[in-house]
């Protein structure tokens, strides 16, 4: 059992975390071993998140004038909280990925960026590539129209020579013969 001064710097603790990471999900883990709890941490520690258990009760103080009180509904029961600290989809895919080989992971939302978000949003999210590909992808999106009209200019370049070429070799001609 925590003491009082240990229960309010948990808040305090989780309260600065809400204010400054606008991102994470909730979860409960009814059911997992410790080992397998340790698992989903390993990983999401790859994936720039952070499993915490907390008593729901420090979850709904912690959680007072920040995002993550508008999920106060979800905190019943055995619950688990990842925070986001880097972006959210690739946290989000290793939830889901886990939720298929644990089947006792039960993701019940979230929030990112300061908006609720529903299992199936969630679910939508962990799809996504990271925000480098994304990037990756619209840059290349971007030059593609440069690249086109750079290979039309020449093309028409080439044609140009070509032509110029064949009427340098047919006035040659013209003038050899006459």
């Not at 080989?101 to 939508?124: C, F, Q, R, S, W």
């Amino acid at each position: 059992m925590l003491s009082r001064v240990a229960k309010e710097e948990l808040v305090k603790e989780f309260n600065e975390a809400f204010k400054t990471n606008p991102s994470l999900f909730v979860l409960e883990y009814k059911g997992l071993t410790v080992k397998e709890i340790e698992l989903v941490r390993r990983n999401l520690k790859r994936a720039e998140g952070e499993l915490k258990v907390v008593k729901n009760s420090l979850l709904k103080i912690a959680s007072k004038d920040t995002d993550v009180e508008k999920l106060h509904d979800l905190f019943v029961g055995p619950t688990a909280i990842a925070i986001v600290k880097g972006e959210p989809s690739p946290v989000a895919k290793v939830i889901t990925e886990s939720k298929k080989e644990l089947p006792a992971i039960v993701l019940k939302g979230g929030i990112i960026d300061g908006m609720a978000v529903t299992v199936e949003e969630i679910e939508e999210i962990s799809k996504l590539p990271s925000k480098e590909v994304l990037l990756a992808q619209f840059m290349g999106l971007l030059c593609s129209p440069v690249s086109n009209f750079l290979g039309a200019l020449r093309q028409t370049q080439t044609k140009l020579l070509d032509a110029l070429g064949a009427l340098k070799e047919k006035k040659e001609k013209e003038e050899n013969a006459g």
